[in-house]
């Protein structure tokens, strides 16, 4: 996913409205975090649908790594 992002101009506007849409906040805060490495601002705009809770940015992977305190993840994962 981070790849694909980094590769393709985004209308920040759309994400925005599906995020809202899905109603997972987990979803919304690994989309929020993956748009921001890749030079989105949408963290504003994603703020009233997060939570206080940690989760993994890949719960696939150990729960050990790094936590960014702003999207509230775990980052367990390297982006390249």
């Known amino acids: ?3 694909a992002l980094k590769n393709m101009k985004i209308d920040e506007n759309k994400v ?5 849409k899905i109603k997972s ?3 919304v805060k ?9 030079g989105y601002d949408t ?4 703020k ?7 989760d993994p940015l890949n719960p696939a992977f ?3 790594g790094q ?4 999207w509230r993840l775990l980052i367990n994962e390297g982006l390249t």
């Open 25 to 27: 906040i987990v979803t």
């Open 1 to 3: 996913v981070f790849e």
């Open 30 to 38: 690994r989309l929020g975090y993956l748009l921001e490495k890749t």
């Open 16 to 20: 925005v409205e599906y995020a809202k």
């Open 43 to 46: 963290y504003n705009r994603f």
């Open 67 to 70: 936590t960014d305190k702003k």
């Open 62 to 64: 150990s729960k050990k």
């Open 48 to 54: 009233p649908m997060l939570n206080r809770r940690i």
